[in-house]
């Protein structure tokens, strides 16, 4: 018999609360970034555990989903935080005084 | 929920999934804590090859190979390959608070989010019912289920994630592109146009 799903909930959950505790804790934004990227990925695994769970391919696909939309994100964040630290050097998150006109 | 379990799970699962969590929560810590911005990437490379090995026991071949292949590969490159550009001899003081009580604030946040998701994850009600359709257990490999659906029932989502593929594409260039202003000097506001841009490049042209 394989592992329950309420242990993979349970990763999950603990890995959604890393990442979430990371983006309120740090000021680097590329920092602040990848943990966005550990909160997708603990949604990846609970969307996987259901699909396994409730028998329904539509979790994975989900999932796939979520991969694509991530890919993007990605692609535009990391162009707007270029776009900041060129204009900027050594910008936090802690400027928002930066962006009165 | 521990005692009962261990004696029917197998013993191969058992460690696959023990070892696989510590990597993923160690490398999610390593990502938090890192000061250095590389480690921090390095981290997530490790959280990541420790949810694709989730995957493949959850038997999620496909998604564990597009795990490995798009996030590893490409996503973490990408963040690698911008510290590199923007300088990586910033460190940061991990563990100073910014404000007063940030700390404290953030941690008791993530307490009430792990609690709220822990409740509503591992309780029953949130299950629903068994899909009639769709169902797992067909005799056709992982990857055939999920092409299956994604072509027929999920055609128009997919061909939409083209389309945002494609605006993401446009944006990367409108935002990387150095103003010139030989090139027709209206192309609209860039987020270094004008005549105040802070490093002389517009007037040698690129």
């Not at chain 1, 590329?30 to 603990?42: G, P, R, S, Y």
């Not at chain 2, 997530?44 to 038997?59: I, K, P, S």
Request: hydrophobic fraction near 55%.
């Amino acid at each position: 018999m394989t592992i329950d799903g309420s242990w993979y909930l349970t990763l999950a959950a603990m890995l959604f609360t890393i990442g979430a505790v990371g983006v309120l804790v740090r000021r680097n934004v590329l920092v602040m970034f990848m943990c966005i990227e550990l909160m997708l990925n603990a949604a990846n695994l609970t969307f996987v555990t259901f699909s396994r769970e409730l028998n329904d391919i539509g979790g994975q696909v989900a999932v796939f989903f979520v991969l694509v939309v991530a890919a993007a994100e990605v692609v535009v964040g990391l162009g707007i935080i270029v776009a900041i630290f060129r204009r900027k050097v050594g910008a936090t998150a802690d400027d928002p005084h930066e962006l009165r006109g | 929920m521990a005692g009962p379990l261990l004696a029917t799970v197998s013993l191969p699962d058992l460690a696959t999934f023990l070892v696989a969590a510590a990597i993923v929560i160690g490398g999610a810590l390593g990502v938090v804590l890192g000061r250095n911005p590389v480690h921090a990437a390095l981290s997530l490379v490790l959280t990541l090859f420790g949810v694709a090995v989730l995957f493949v026991e959850e038997n999620a071949q496909f998604l564990a190979a597009v795990q490995i292949i798009v996030y590893a590969g490409a996503i973490v490159v990408l963040f690698l390959f911008v510290i590199m550009l923007i300088g990586v001899d910033r460190q940061e003081r991990v563990l100073a608070d910014q404000f007063r009580g940030q700390h404290l604030v953030a941690g008791g946040l993530g307490l009430l989010v792990l609690a709220e998701v822990l409740l509503l994850g591992t309780g029953h009600w949130t299950t629903g019912a068994r899909a009639t359709t769709g169902a797992l257990n067909r005799p056709l490999s992982n990857v055939a289920q999920l092409g299956r659906a994604i072509f027929t029932t999920y055609l128009l989502p997919f061909e939409i994630t083209s389309a945002l593929l494609v605006v993401a594409v446009v944006a990367a260039v409108a935002l990387a592109r150095r103003f010139d202003r030989r090139f027709g000097g209206d192309a609209g506001p860039t987020p270094e146009g004008g005549a105040h841009a802070p490093d002389g490049d517009e007037a040698t042209g690129r």
